[in-house]
């Protein structure tokens, strides 16, 4: 085969040529749109399959509900949409696309800001507007008046010998690329500032009982997550102890039962050494600290429970965190004894804030989720809690696995029932008592670091594009040539929009107006009358 | 007025409202079928010369059908002013901005879009979009009695200044994203018939499709920096405060921000990519449905932080 020559040094250039082609096709309007557009669709499947950042039980029971699906969606990272190699690769695309796009716009716009207007066209009836009219006034007179009409654009006003006609070359509208630019950079600036918070952000859950404490280390933390740079020895050392949480409901009415306040009083120390202050917190208030915020997110019931073993040894005394499963705060909880002799043993049950029984046998409801008249309602096991083989148990779920419930005289599961003061003698010895009802905080403590800048980001940005969609850039020409022998001036007016636009041609009837008018009387309020 | 005389005069209100608004719409519908006929008696008048289909636009209108729109128009204020009635009642029977739960998005969003409406009915002429405006607030009003909740105090996450600023701009923003989206589907219908000259007595009430589609154009550069600041601004802003975190790809922030990636995408096509026309009209329907989702979808959807709203 023989290639001619040419060809073959077209393939020795080729990836070159290739990376540039790349490059111009990566920073074309279409390919920015088309990327814009895929990070819509992409968004798309986050928002109907559970994420783990957002809810990680709601990603377990979704996995459990879909066994042959789960491992696949998982694995392509549809359960981590925003942080999964596909969602990162366009939006990356879509950076360097926005960023090549601006970089050598910026170049353009420096050089037009020093550029003079251009010069006319030669003839004005091909611009997509113009006019002329003829005046007694002289050639100066009719450019001052256009200066006047033209206001604050770009003006320069050359004599051409040659012709022996003045023309005037007006620019306006320059703040149109500049607010497409800033609005541009503002997207730039944005995405920068999402990143920056995300890597070096941390942001962890912790349940906390009235009356107890809590200092900001990981091991005190429920659930914690952080970004890849974020260094959990950098968690700022405050501390704070829920002095009283308050929760108040509608207590009748249509709404009745609706939450009314919530409310977490705390007392927090913001370094070691300090004096404690205190602090209220509630839902849109949070305390914000130096590396952290605290918020409140949540409430619950936590009833203080007392167990006596058979050998009258107290084995257990601490307030149960009951989670709630809905809006009316029927709870679920777990306690576990391991110290109890002769055998460990395990509740588990209920908690109703305001119970009352429907009839005979059938379990009670609640029916306001204020704390009215608190019942605890309990089964019990006995056996192994299996806490011994090093495996991490939650504290919300009783392994019965090694366990025997424990049954009354007839045969059936022993229930127990307590309001609280009661105390309830447990078969086979010992007894359980409610000693009082505590509430619980679900609090999120959180830092976000550069937050300030996706929020001027954005406002600036909103700014550029109110500029970049209302200004309008136009040029405007003015030719003006004496009259010979004392004949009138003829004026030629064109103009020409950068942004094509329908009304140029009605703009400029009144252009013509005004300038005439300007003309004709120079007093400026009556020539715009 | 007692809280519950308020709460009640709100429901009658917003009731006369519907019903008022559903007049409006057959008053629209009235006009666009009797224009067909007008057409069709003028036809046998001129006799069968099927060339002549495009008049002027500015032909003399037929003074029936000229009526029907104006009493639309005016039967849609009608529907407006009770509903602003309804909404304020409602406001102070609740003690506090009448926009906290999905009922209330439907009335207060459905009053300011039919407000921006008759705004720019009289700024810009665009009475002929009454039959979509009307037929729309109607169905978001009869969906809206799904949703009814009896007036009363916000769950604690509203209480907040946000709640103002964040659903009002929202809300305005979507009365034009409406308004937009309605030129549009009318552009898409009159300029097919136009291409094929086809152009009927019905679609010639409307306004060439170049006119409808710069109206399009003109709403949605408006609504845009509006739900820019709105969804991600004022929104960000309250969901730090509120929740924690200022993002965090909760459903309605994902929709809010699909909305706004299609938005952008339109304002690019018509500015840069001079795709005027059918392209930037689909764009912006698909804008307004994602617009849509993102406000009522999400929340009939249950998930998420903003479900709580309903
Ligand atoms: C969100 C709303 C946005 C609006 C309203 C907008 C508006 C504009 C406008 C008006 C222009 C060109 C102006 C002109 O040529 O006169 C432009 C250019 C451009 N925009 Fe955007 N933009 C937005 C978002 C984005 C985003 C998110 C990206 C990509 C990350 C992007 C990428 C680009 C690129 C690459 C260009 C220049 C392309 C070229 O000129 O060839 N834009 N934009």
Partial sequence: MSAPTRERRASELAPREFLRWMWRQLTSMRTALFLLLLLAVAAVPGSFIPQRGVDERAVEVYVMDHPTMAPILDALGFFSVYSSPWFSAIYLLLMVSLIGCIVPRMAVYAKALRARPPRAPRNFSRMPASGTFETSASVEEVMHAGRRVLGRARIDVVDDAGSGTTELRAEKGYLRELGNLVFHVSIVVVLVGVAVGSLWGYRGAVIVTEGEGFSNTLSQYNEFSSGPLFDAEDLPPFSFRVDRMIAEFQP????????????????????????????????????????????????????????????????????????????????????????????????????????????????????????VNPLVGLRMWTGDLGLDEGVPQSVYVLEKDTMTPVNDENGEPFNISLSPGQVQELPGGGSIEFVELKRFARLQVAQTPAMTLPLAGVSVGVLGLIASLMVRPRRTWIRARAGEGGSP????????????????????????????????????????? | MSLEQYAQFSNYAMVSATCVLALAFLAHVAEWALA????????????????????????????????????????????????????????????????????????????????????????????????????????????????????????????????????????????????????SVLYLIRSRSEERGTVGPVLRRFPASAVMDKIAYRVNAAAFPLWTFGSLIAGPIWAHYAWGRYWGWDPKEVWAFITWVVYAGYLHARATAGWKGRRAALFCLIGFATFLFSYYGVNLFGSGLHSYAK
């Fill in chain 1, 252 to 371: 009748e009415g249509p709404q009745r039962g609706a939450p009314k306040l919530f409310q977490a009083d705390v007392t927090y120390t913001e370094r070691p050494g300090e004096d404690p202050e205190q602090y209220e917190i509630y839902v849109n208030h949070p305390l914000s600290l130096d590396g952290g915020s605290v918020f409140l997110v949540g409430q619950g019931y936590a009833p203080v429970l007392r167990v006596t073993d058979a050998t009258g040894e107290v084995v257990f005394d601490d307030a149960v965190v009951f989670l709630p499963s809905d809006g009316s705060y029927e709870s679920q909880g777990v306690i576990k004894v391991p110290d109890a002799q002769p055998e460990q043993m395990g509740f588990q049950g209920f908690f109703l804030p305001t119970a009352v029984s429907a009839g005979d046998g059938a379990p009670s409801t609640s029916i306001y989720p204020g704390a």
């Fill in chain 1, 489 to 529: 001036t003829v004026v030629e007016v064109a103009a020409l929009d950068r942004v094509p636009r329908d009304e140029l041609p009605e703009e400029i009837d009144d252009f013509l107006a005004q300038f005439r008018a300007e003309l004709g009387d120079s007093t400026p309020e009556e020539s715009r009358a």
């Fill in chain 2, 36 to 183: 067909r006929k007008v057409e069709a008696s003028e036809r046998a008048l001129v006799g069968a010369d099927g060339q002549d289909i495009t008049p002027p636009v500015d032909a003399p209108a037929d003074p029936v059908t000229e009526r029907l729109s104006r009493v639309g128009v005016l039967l849609t204020g009608l529907a407006a002013a009770i509903l602003v009635a309804s909404v304020i009642a409602r406001g102070l029977a609740a003690e506090r901005v009448p926009w906290g739960n999905m009922y209330e998005f439907g009335l207060a969003g459905t009053m300011i879009a039919l407000v921006v409406y008759l705004v720019l009915v009289r700024t810009n002429g665009v009475q002929w979009l009454g039959g979509i405006v009307s037929g729309f607030g109607l169905v978001v009003l009869g969906m809206s009695i799904s949703t009814y909740v009896p007036a009363g105090p916000l769950v604690p996450a509203l209480h907040s200044y946000w709640l103002v600023i964040h659903v009002a701009a929202v809300m305005l923003a979507g009365g034009l994203f409406l308004v937009g989206a309605a030129a």
